[in-house]
């Protein structure tokens, strides 16, 4: 790993010395035509590469010379560490940038992990959602349906990713709930499973939008009223679609407790970050920012948004996110120590149990261009149904750990002996080792 990154540096330093960065307006279009620019994925999947696809198919065509616009799996350290790569090694000339996890700004202020990158140096391209469409749900059977109930009764929820982690610490540690995680799943609609089966009683955080990615797998659990969404994690915006629902940023008794609860769900409002390496010249990067927000006006992208049913609720200029890094970053240590403190705090976590079984893999049938897949394995003449996600799900092949997600399904081949670990019919598997 030390020699491939001397060598990425290398290579990357080599091109960066023959592509010069331009800087007039009249040299960009010279300076795009042909060229691709590459939009490197914290998450690599999902709705964020949705959305950056969407902006993707139509910035291209406002940026002078109209270059294409591709996109690179980055993945690792909850979608941040792609940030470590644009400020260390990206050229600086317009042709890397960024969609991190929406925590890639705020990593400093929330933990005390290890970065690369000073958020208050990067530069700033366009948010594609500052709705923060995220919330905490609960089944209808659980018995808590206010903030008041959940100060009192306890509740075990759970989620597929751990950034959701953070605002469960916060509400148990700044407003005094009584909240266990269970996680994390390896998939999000894992997480739904267990809710729906009893193995807990709710979602840490999860969307009620017509696009929420639930809603393609289970869309009427909101409609029938089997799961409630009880409170939005947000500082201060309302619902338009939920507007009776609390929210969490306004429920604290103290003005430390409602700025370091501005801090912890500060994610929400760069939602979908597009962001640059430092060092980028200022006319690259204000043509970015036009052609962003160009895009984001666009009718075409519009339609696409609209027929994909991805959000782009209040889309935010460059301009303005740099600003409101800039003002979350100014507000007082006394609420930057507190939300640290109570992030840092994982004593309401325990983890997911699985259950094992071998069987023979009989098929292999991949989703769509995603890293996912449906395994059908034969155990004891019976058919069983297996979930895969190549981003978390672990993989062990022939006695070789397959470290670097997301892994390829031709690790798999069919007649192979795996033993599986999941949390039951038609879930996700944790872990895969294969072999003969």
Same mark, same amino acid.
């Given at each position: 790993?030390?020699?491939?990154?001397?060598?990425?540096?290398?290579?990357?330093?080599?091109?960066?010395?023959?592509?010069?960065?331009?800087?007039?307006?009249?040299?960009?279009?010279?300076?795009?035509?042909?060229?691709?620019?590459?939009?490197?994925?914290?998450?690599?999947?999902?709705?964020?590469?949705?959305?950056?696809?969407?902006?993707?198919?139509?910035?291209? /065509?406002?940026?002078?010379?109209?270059?294409?616009?591709? %996109?690179?799996?980055?993945?690792?350290?909850?979608?941040?560490?792609?940030?470590? %790569?644009?400020?260390?090694?990206?050229?600086?000339?317009?042709?890397?940038?960024?969609?991190?996890?929406?925590?890639?700004?705020?990593?400093?202020?929330?933990?005390?992990?290890?970065?690369?990158?000073?958020?208050? $140096?990067?530069?700033?391209?366009?948010?594609?959602?500052?709705?923060?469409? =995220?919330?905490?749900?609960?089944?209808?059977?659980?018995?808590?349906?206010?903030?008041?109930?959940? /100060?009192?009764?306890?509740?075990?929820?759970?989620?597929?990713?751990?950034? @959701?982690?953070?605002?469960?610490?916060?509400?148990?540690?700044?407003?005094?709930?009584?909240?266990? @995680?269970?996680?994390?799943?390896?998939?999000?609609?894992?997480?739904?499973?267990?809710?729906?089966?009893?193995?807990?009683?709710?979602?840490?955080?999860?969307?009620?939008?017509?696009?929420?990615?639930?809603?393609?797998?289970?869309?009427?659990?909101?409609?029938?009223?089997?799961?409630?969404?009880?409170?939005?994690?947000?500082?201060?915006?309302?619902?338009?679609?939920?507007?009776?629902?609390?929210?969490?940023?306004?429920?604290?008794?103290?003005?430390?407790?409602?700025?370091? !609860?501005?801090?912890? %769900?500060?994610?929400?409002?760069?939602?979908?970050?597009?962001?640059?390496?430092?060092?980028?010249?200022?006319? =690259?990067?204000?043509? %970015?920012?036009?052609?962003?927000?160009? #895009?984001? /006006?666009?009718?075409?992208?519009?339609?696409?948004?609209? #027929?994909?049913? !991805?959000?782009?609720?209040?889309?935010?200029?460059?301009?303005?996110?740099?600003?409101?890094?800039?003002?979350?970053?100014?507000?007082?240590?006394?609420?930057?120590?507190?939300?640290?403190?109570? !992030?840092?705090?994982?004593?309401?976590?325990?983890?997911?149990?699985?259950?094992?079984?071998?069987?023979?893999?009989?098929?292999? $049938?991949?989703?769509?261009?995603?890293?996912?897949?449906? !395994?059908?394995?034969?155990?004891?003449?019976?058919?069983?149904?297996?979930?895969?996600?190549?981003?978390?799900?672990?993989?062990?092949?022939?006695?070789?750990?397959?470290?670097?997600?997301?892994?390829?399904?031709?690790?798999?081949?069919?007649?192979?002996?795996?033993?599986?670990?999941?949390?039951?019919?038609? =879930?996700?598997?944790?872990?895969?080792?294969?072999?003969?």
């Amino acid at each position: 790993m030390k020699f491939r990154n001397i060598a990425l540096a290398i290579t990357v330093g080599i091109t960066s010395w023959i592509v010069a960065t331009p800087v007039k307006a009249e040299n960009l279009a010279e300076f795009f035509s042909g060229r691709a620019i590459t939009i490197h994925m914290g998450f690599p999947g999902g709705g964020f590469l949705a959305s950056a696809q969407l902006v993707g198919n139509h910035m291209g /065509k406002y940026i002078p010379g109209n270059p294409k616009i591709v %996109f690179s799996p980055r993945p690792g350290r909850t979608g941040t560490a792609v940030l470590d %790569f644009i400020a260390q090694w990206a050229p600086k000339d317009g042709t890397h940038l960024a969609m991190p996890g929406s925590l890639g700004p705020w990593m400093p202020l929330l933990s005390d992990t290890p970065i690369k990158y000073d958020p208050l $140096k990067l530069v700033y391209i366009g948010n594609v959602n500052s709705a923060g469409d =995220t919330y905490l749900f609960t089944r209808a059977d659980a018995g808590i349906k206010s903030l008041a109930d959940l /100060k009192i009764k306890s509740l075990r929820v759970s989620n597929a990713r751990g950034a @959701y982690r953070n605002f469960v610490a916060a509400l148990n540690n700044i407003l005094g709930t009584k909240i266990t @995680y269970i996680g994390d799943y390896p998939a999000h609609r894992d997480a739904f499973i267990a809710m729906i089966r009893g193995n807990t009683q709710g979602v840490a955080g999860a969307g009620v939008t017509i696009g929420a990615e639930h809603r393609h797998y289970f869309p009427n659990l909101l409609k029938d009223g089997e799961a409630i969404p009880i409170l939005r994690y947000s500082a201060n915006t309302k619902s338009t679609t939920h507007p009776n629902v609390p929210i969490a940023g306004q429920s604290a008794n103290t003005e430390t407790q409602k700025k370091a !609860l501005e801090i912890v %769900f500060a994610n929400q409002v760069l939602d979908r970050p597009i962001v640059g390496p430092p060092g980028m010249s200022s006319v =690259t990067l204000k043509v %970015f920012q036009d052609a962003f927000m160009r #895009a984001m /006006k666009d009718p075409a992208l519009i339609a696409e948004a609209k #027929a994909k049913k !991805l959000g782009i609720e209040s889309p935010m200029s460059g301009i303005e996110m740099k600003a409101f890094v800039l003002r979350i970053f100014a507000l007082p240590n006394a609420a930057k120590s507190m939300a640290k403190r109570a !992030l840092r705090d994982s004593s309401f976590v325990k983890y997911v149990k699985y259950s094992t079984f071998k069987a023979q893999l009989m098929k292999i $049938k991949p989703k769509g261009k995603s890293p996912h897949a449906v !395994l059908l394995f034969k155990s004891k003449e019976k058919s069983i149904v297996v979930h895969l996600d190549a981003r978390t799900t672990i993989l062990n092949a022939y006695g070789r750990d397959i470290t670097i997600p997301p892994f390829k399904l031709r690790s798999l081949t069919h007649g192979m002996i795996c033993e599986i670990s999941w949390t039951g019919h038609d =879930t996700t598997a944790h872990k895969l080792t294969c072999g003969d």
